[in-house]
């Protein structure tokens, strides 16, 4: 696509006072109204979600456990009108181009909310939420030293006392949930009740140190919130499993709202299918050949069998992903892919056992406005111990050599850790604290592709080939995600599709059909990757001879995690939009 010489003269000009400290018009200042607007709208939103600010750095909150009553809901959803109200004032007058994009991803944040609590209404149809909140709100207080380990055992035993209200408000909304989400509502609610009764009881009483006082409260506390969930556990299988029979599928208009106001992204459906269905059968056809480079006597799939044969135990699946990160580091260096602004490192942990619903490994990095708790957690999921011996080996097949290194450079380097690194040089609050699927894993995937184009794996084909069979996840969930909810396909359908099409084993295959049961629009890992794609292309075409692959990085990086018709705005102004 090119750009006139006009155009790009405004990209550097816009980058240039962009590091400057922002963006300014001669004779306008900054908006206090809109500033303050700002700060209403996400102390509201820290108010109705504590969880959410601890997890940003706000630790005012962390007492506090989210009301999820039908009346809070209700409160919640008069608040968000009157918010979009407001900033669709903004929008109308005058402000300054930093100012002019925030207001139009606070928008965008805002309606989709709106769509989730009052159109969607998920919070009707889906007990995972309300079972899985007590325990991400507790951990969240446990695992980064942000404060003594007795503050935040205080703060702990606040939230524990919540517990029995978030479990009732979950009986007195969910009615008719999909079976899906039911199921695994019991999944997650028996590995939390673990979590409470062992991980939280341990850490609590070592926090509590010399205090008695202290230990016995949080023990009290402790007991009363496992109860409450052993409770719960029991209603959802017995009570409300067998009466799960409603529909997951949100409709082409959901789908297209959601996808719009959450990624600004207004394709038609029709139209993404056709690009999805390409970039399988492209990448179904790159996968093949590379497999046939690899042995030309086996099929892809007996390849791919066969490497994935050789893979860590469970007691070296920590141990096999640390090893993989010192030399991603090194290659980013030694390539000049891009800079890596800090020297720190994350901790690589087993995932918690109630967040490990659908999720293989996961990164879990300090919010922007941590200042004390930097720790940041690379997390791989080993098999759960409920598991018959074949279901553990068809998981730990996901963790093979070549695969682990492309997992790592999605989720530490250049992916989701190094991506958190950048934070603080986000230009605005609302860059610091909004965050959109499509750019962060969007860029996560993309930079699995970038960085073996780049010559990372030497030329290994195997290591190829594990790039291609995660592209083809990622494609298959692109095509599942929309016809799980606008075309009445079924899990069952969906999960064959991973078999057949991405070389998936068959129970990871249904754990990702069912994930985009709840995740309607996790196409953002492929319709993210081909946006950043196209971005760099224009980049590179309006900077010429200027143009470095680091400095694009280190530029798209800078922006914060914002839709990309946004940063595509801030780096290439006058650019025609994409067409994605």
Known sequence: MACRFLATLAAFLLMFLSACGGLRKAGQEPSPAFAAFVEDNFDALFQWNPSLATAQGFHQYDGRLADLTELAHARRIDLLKGLLGRVQAFRAGRLLPDEAIDAEILEGQIRAELLELET???????????????????????????????????????????????????????????????????????????????????????????????????????????????????????????????DYAIGAEGFRKKLLYEEMVDVPLEQLLAIGEARLERDYKDFVETAREIDPKKTAAQVMKEISGKHPGERDLVASARDTLEGLRRFLAEKQIVTVPSEARPLVQETPPFARIGIFAAMDAPGAYETSGAEAFYYVTPPEASWDAARRQQHLRLFNGPLMQIISIHE??????????????????????????????????????????????????????????????????????????????????????????????????????????????????????????????????????????????????RQGAIPIKMVRRILLPGSPASGL
């Not at 926090?207 to 007991?223: I, M, P, T, W, Y």
Request: proline content about 5%.
């Open 120 to 246: 969607l209404a998920t919070w009707k149809k889906n007990p995972v939420p309300y079972i899985s909140l007590p325990g991400h709100a507790v951990h969240l207080l446990m695992k980064r030293e942000f404060a003594l380990p007795s503050e935040r055992l205080r703060s702990v035993v606040a939230r524990l006392h919540a517990v029995p209200a978030v479990m009732a408000a979950m009986r007195a909304n969910v009615t008719n949930p999909p079976k899906e989400y039911s199921e695994l509502a019991v999944r997650v609610a028996e590995e939390t009740v673990r979590f409470f009764r062992e991980g939280v009881m341990e850490w609590g009483q070592r926090a509590a140190g010399l205090d008695n006082r202290l230990q016995k409260q949080f023990e009290v506390a402790n007991s009363l919130a496992a109860s409450s969930l052993e409770e719960s556990a029991r209603w959802l299988k017995a009570e409300l499993l067998p009466r799960s029979k409603g």
């Open 412 to 557: 530490v380097y250049p992916g989701h850790y190094l991506q958190s690194l950048y934070q603080r040089e986000y230009p605005t609050r609302t860059r610091k604290l909004v965050s959109c699927a499509t750019n962060a894993e969007g860029w996560a995937h993309y930079a699995e592709q970038m960085m073996v184009e780049e010559g990372y794996g030497g030329g290994d084909p195997r290591v190829r080939l594990a790039q291609l069979q995660q592209a083809l996840l990622r494609d298959c969930r692109f095509l599942v995600g929309i016809k799980l909810h606008t075309q009445r396909m079924s899990v069952e359908e969906g999960a064959r599709v991973f078999v057949e099409k991405a070389f998936q084993e068959p129970a990871n295959a249904y754990e990702e059909a069912r994930r985009g049961t709840y995740n309607p629009t996790y196409l953002a890992y492929t319709l993210g990757k081909l946006q950043i794609q196209e971005l760099r292309l224009d980049y590179r075409q309006a900077k010429g001879a200027a143009y470095s692959l680091r400095q694009f990085h280190d530029d798209f990086l």
